[in-house]
C-alpha cells in the first residue's frame, strides 16, 4: 500500500517562494511524480510531473519560469519548489503517483494520491 504525505503548505506574500514536499511510504518509488492543485470552486489541474530518472518533466504553462519539481529517490520524495508565487497560486496541492505513463497531464494517469497541503498567497 502506497501513501503519500504532503508537507510545507502555507501562506505568503505575493513574490514569496515555498518548498513543498512529498513522501512515499511505499516499497518502490521508481514511478513518474506529479504535482496537482485544486482551488476553491475548480477542477483538479496539473502542475508538474517528472519522471523515475528526473531527467523529463513537464510543467504547466502557468507555472513554466517560476516552479521547479525535483525528486530524491533514496528518500522516496518529491519535491515541489515555488518562487514568485502569485494569488492566482492559491489552492490546496497534491502529490500522486502515476499508474500509466499515459496522459500524465491528466488526474486519470495517477492511482495515489496525498492528503493535500493548503498554499495560500496573499496580495
Known amino acids: 500500500q502506497v501513501q503519500l504525505v504532503e508537507s510545507g503548505g502555507g501562506m505568503v506574500q505575493a513574490g514569496g517562494s515555498l518548498r513543498l514536499s512529498c513522501t512515499s511510504s511505499?516499497?518502490?518509488?521508481?514511478?513518474?511524480m506529479a504535482w496537482f492543485r485544486q482551488a476553491p470552486g475548480k477542477e483538479r489541474e496539473f502542475v508538474a510531473f517528472i519522471t523515475w530518472s528526473g531527467k523529463q518533466k513537464d510543467y504547466a504553462d502557468s507555472v513554466k519560469g517560476r516552479f521547479t519539481i525535483s525528486r530524491d529517490n533514496v528518500k522516496k520524495s518529491v519535491y515541489l519548489q515555488m518562487n514568485s508565487l502569485k494569488p492566482d497560486d492559491t489552492a490546496v496541492y497534491y502529490c500522486?503517483?502515476?499508474?500509466?505513463?499515459?496522459?500524465?497531464?491528466?488526474?486519470?494517469?495517477?492511482?495515489?494520491w496525498g492528503q493535500g497541503t493548503r498554499v495560500t498567497v496573499s496580495s
Open positions: 511505499g516499497q518502490t518509488f521508481s514511478s513518474v
Open positions: 500522486a503517483r502515476a499508474g500509466t505513463l499515459v496522459g500524465l497531464e491528466t488526474t486519470q494517469a495517477y492511482d495515489h
